[in-house]
């Protein structure tokens, strides 16, 4: 009798071993905004490689139009229907106008080396942001650089007066709509799905994005002129939802910790020569393209507009936004200097 309790006890012990470790097999969902290809698909890729060599989790990763658009994909990350997503500044803003800080033209810095150490060790997005993020039910885990911005258009600009009626898509941030205004153009907020189509039938002119974007997307085909007036870089940032990354244990959050940072790694090496080769298949795929790089002079008068929008910031986003942009300016400051 004793014998026979004894087996029974060990049977279900083993039973709830079974369980437990089939119930920590756990499918994560993850959504970008791009492609498989593109820069965020590749961050994902990388951190979906070293989750799924280092657990037994599967991540599933879902590309830009499969879940919605943006702002579609954030509200599911938020109801922890998604446990990661992409979404970068230029849609959060409605969400956490702070974020917005990313958008600020010719405040991020052009040099590789400071790009790099600035998104590896900066406080304001290791405290100030998470910060904010947590606020909103996301554990803010990195944000990373697309590359230098470019602005596509039907005809030559030199200088905001050039931009005059001339309509630009930018991302729905309030932010971008000051940014283009002090550009002198019309500012067209659109999410990225209506893009391709506006351009094509003359909605809008023109937009921005990186180079490997304008590329990848296919945005020369409608666009005549391709013009880098050194305003800014693509931020975007990953995050986990926070009910969801909370209720792991110490060890899964280190394990996404590692996968966020060797992304974060490789996607800064993988960007090495990303732009000049999107230059070079865009004049490739269409050779009357023009490029047109704004000289020190022509880009003075954007830059002298650009303190407008540093003020329209301050304006949005009152004391916290005030502490936030100091906080960037003494990382950028270390950054410079490291
Ligand atoms: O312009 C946009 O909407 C977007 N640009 C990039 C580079 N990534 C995601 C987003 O859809």
């Known amino acids: 009798m004793i014998k026979i309790m004894y087996v029974a006890r060990r049977a279900s012990l083993f039973a709830l071993l079974l369980f437990s470790m089939q119930a920590s097999a756990a499918t994560w969902r993850y959504a970008i905004e791009e492609s498989l290809s593109e820069v965020q698909g590749v961050y994902a890729a990388k951190f979906k490689e070293v989750i799924e060599s280092n657990s037994n989790h599967e991540v599933l990763i879902y590309p830009f139009g499969t879940l919605g658009e943006s702002a579609d994909v954030m509200e599911q990350a938020q109801a922890g229907i998604l446990q990661f997503v992409d979404q970068s500044p230029g849609f ?72 005059k009626g001339q309509k630009i898509r930018v991302m729905t941030s309030p932010l971008l709509v000051e940014t283009y205004k002090a550009f002198g153009a019309v500012p067209t907020p659109l999410p990225w799905g209506e893009v391709f189509g506006a351009l094509q039938t ?36 990953i995050m986990a939802n926070l009910d969801f990354y909370a209720s792991l244990p110490k060890a899964e959050q280190q394990l996404i910790q590692l996968a966020s940072e060797t992304a974060l790694d490789f996607i800064l090496d993988y960007q090495d020569g990303l732009t000049e080769a999107s230059r070079a298949k865009i004049k490739n795929a269409k050779p009357s393209i023009k490029f047109v790089t704004l000289s020190d002079a022509e880009r003075a008068p954007f830059r002298k507009n650009a303190k407008q929008v540093e003020a329209k910031f301050i304006e949005m986003t009152g004391p916290s936004g005030q502490a936030i942009l100091n906080q960037l300016k003494v990382d950028l400051d270390a950054a410079r200097n490291q």
């Open 92 to 163: 959060t803003g409605s969400l956490i106008p702070e974020t917005q800080l990313f958008l600020m033209p010719y405040i991020l810095p052009e040099k590789k080396s400071e790009v790099r150490y600035f998104y590896k060790h900066a406080r304001v997005i290791k405290e100030n942001f998470k910060a904010l993020y947590a606020k909103q039910n996301l554990e803010l885990l990195r944000m990373f650089p697309e590359g230098a911005v470019a602005i596509t258009t039907q005809k030559e600009f030199r200088s905001p007066e050039d931009l």
């Open 202 to 237: 003359n909605m809008i002119q023109g937009q921005e994005n990186p180079w490997f974007y304008i590329e990848s997307g296919k945005l020369y085909e409608v666009t005549e002129v391709i013009t880098d007036v050194g305003h800014n870089i693509f931020t975007t940032a």
